[in-house]
């Protein structure tokens, strides 16, 4: 147990500057909800639900999203919350005499790798996006069968991403648009940009979801996503649904501390990470809606609809099968550049807010010492996918490299250090009071969620962290 007093930690939260807040609950919502719903959510957990029997895995992530999500995500916001700093501040705050400040650092540089390979793909969806509007994307030989036409998309596909100016410059593109929304602030550039981007999101996904339920085998694929088989459940598949719990609601990566130091002081705290662990599982559940009833319908069933592969071939030969195809298609990547930019809005967020606390630089200069340097960094992962594609690391070129370590790796070492330290190393009641309000909010379940986060998280993140590892 820690030798820090409440009253030395009360002291240090007096000492704190008065720090830039939320000005709305919808807009404190739709900013984290943002920051948690990405790319992540649209391709990874189709994907995962495909190969892990559909329904049952649906259950277990649900299962896992309010057991293991909900209590780590009270963690970080108690960190964010109660120092009013950044994710490496935070700890230093807590603990100021012991260098457990270096579980914030890490999860900071873990964001910032995510960060330099997730605007490369920021950059596909917005290449696709434009490609779908001038129809250059959907270019086939005349009487091009099925097979053909699956074959065009995997070697259009692949020529895109292995190519070098054209994957740049939209990556470059990205990289501007996220530092032109970052350098309006946390009201005016985030909270805004949340306002107007989430409700869009939403509207896209539920249009989708209704245009799929049309579809001739809606009901095989509905069947599939939400009929459970129990016999499909393996210790695999419960390991993969507490991954992707995980890594949906963004635990681990210092943004939902760095955020929720943006949180009024009265913001509940149960009540919001039960609000975005929700809105983040109906955007997982409208995917499915969306992606397993096309899928059957158009013969596309027994493809594998892993990562990439989903998003830029399965789901432009389902637009070819649409009325409409050429807009269908575009919407549909409106909608991912939408989950891109929240997503890297909310990553390129924790380390602007660790550069202006410590260093003392004004937003608009940390904003350019944060973001200038992707300039070369999303450059190699762009070009690694190409001209750089021979230069490997440990096996792997820079992009899978950076993927792999960061997220596989650093990401659930993060959240491992993050429940240690909240659960054992601070003094209880500063959990209790920041989770209750300070006894305003009923904290009859405060003993579970503290279990939680003292035990059963770090075991099972551990699990996560094995698995991945091992794999």
Known sequence: MTDVSEREILTNFAAMAKKTQFGSRIGLIAATVGSAVGLGNVWRFPAEAQANGGAAFLILYIGCVFLLGVPVMLAEFSLGRGTGSDASGAFRILAPRKRWWLVGALAILASYLILSFYMVVAGWTLE???????????????????ETVSSVF????????????????????????NLFILMRGVQKGIEKMSN??????????VVFACVSMTLPKAVEGLSFFLSPDFTKITPTVVINALGQSFFSLSLGMGILITYSAYFPKDTRLVQTAVTVSLL???????????????????GLSGESLEGATLVFVTLPEVFMHMPGTQWWSALFFLLLMVAALTSTISLGEVSIAYVQNHFRMSRRKACLWVMLPLLPLSSLSSLSQGVLSDVRILGMNWFDFLNNTATNIMLPVAAILTCVFLGWAVPKEYFRKEVTNGGRVGARWFPAVLFVVRFAAPVLIAMILMAKLLG
């Open 196 to 205: 107007l981007m989430m409700p869009l999101l939403f509207i896209l996904l």
């Open 128 to 146: 696709y996006l434009w490609q779908s509007l001038t129809g250059g994307l959907y270019e086939m030989p005349s009487g091009a069968d099925a």
């Open 280 to 298: 983040d599982l109906v955007v997982a559940l409208l995917m499915g809606v969306i992606i397993f009833p096309a899928v059957m319908s158009f």
């Open 154 to 177: 995997h070697t259009r596909m692949g020529e895109y991403v292995s190519g070098t100016w054209r994957p740049l410059s939209v990556t470059f593109l990205m990289i501007a648009a």
